[in-house]
């Protein structure tokens, strides 16, 4: 998880960006996008660079108008990686700080929040950092559906215990998740008849690339854009 992937073209994070509000949700400060009124929620689990992210919060904008209640909470506390170059900064320590288990537990706390302001469907999707922590929880079937977006290191073992609709989206440049493990995930997926599973590599990207990309790269933007109508057309057919 601290290969230095993770950490290339960092976003400039902004709390003033998206069409979105800023909420107290499920315990945990939540950027909020969409008709409250909404039946059906999408929750997005960041990359270690957090909530405030602009090109995250412009895909929560995008997903809220296909009718979803967007959630993208700071499951960081105010503390995302803000500069993995400081001399001072231990990614080690921030991981133990930030693990995955933690994140699935707020993320648990953020799917009852949802379900208790009568919410009846939920899918999410979780990018590098994120990916890990939903991989874990499509183990359940809290969630309608699950996307996961170039992940941090996942397990065969996790992938075989995964219960709901999944769509992993994968880089062909990724030495966290190399496409050659991804599609033998997809093979394993795809064993499975109980629900629907894809795994699709997208060429000539790397790690990151779905929301950490150049606005001024043509080439990016058509990728990541590609992603996120990916993305959106699993919600919109198994989040109902």
Not at 9 to 34: A, H, K, R
Not at 47 to 54: H, K, L, S
Not at 133 to 161: C, F, M, R, W, Y
């Amino acid at each position: 998880m601290s290969s230095s992937q993770c950490f290339e073209n960092p976003p400039t994070l902004s709390s003033t960006c998206g069409e979105g509000t800023v909420q107290e949700f499920g315990g945990l400060q939540t950027y909020i996008t969409g008709s409250p009124d909404s039946k059906l929620a999408i929750i997005l689990i960041s990359d270690v660079f957090g909530y405030e992210a602009p090109n995250l919060k412009k895909l929560a904008d995008k997903i809220a108008g296909a009718g979803f209640l967007v959630v993208v909470p700071d499951f960081f506390y105010g503390d995302p990686i803000i500069d993995f170059n400081d001399p001072n900064f231990d990614v080690n320590s921030w991981l133990k700080v930030h693990n995955v288990d933690k994140g699935n537990e707020d993320t648990k706390a953020v799917i009852a929040a949802l379900r208790s302001k009568g919410v009846s469907a939920i899918g999410a999707a979780g990018f590098c950092w994120g990916g890990m922590v939903l991989v874990k929880l499509a183990s359940s079937t809290e969630l309608h559906a699950a996307v996961i977006l170039h992940p941090g290191p996942i397990t065969e073992d996790q992938i075989n215990d995964v219960k709901v609709p999944i769509a992993i989206l994968g880089a062909e440049i990724d030495h966290l998740s190399p496409p050659e493990q991804l599609k033998q995930f997809g093979e394993k997926l795809s064993a499975k008849s109980e629900f629907d599973s894809c795994v699709k590599i997208f060429p000539g990207v790397a790690h990151g690339w779905t929301v950490r990309y150049n606005f001024d790269d043509e080439s990016a933007v058509k990728s990541a854009e590609e992603a996120h109508l990916d993305m959106l057309n699993w919600f919109t057919k198994y989040v109902t």
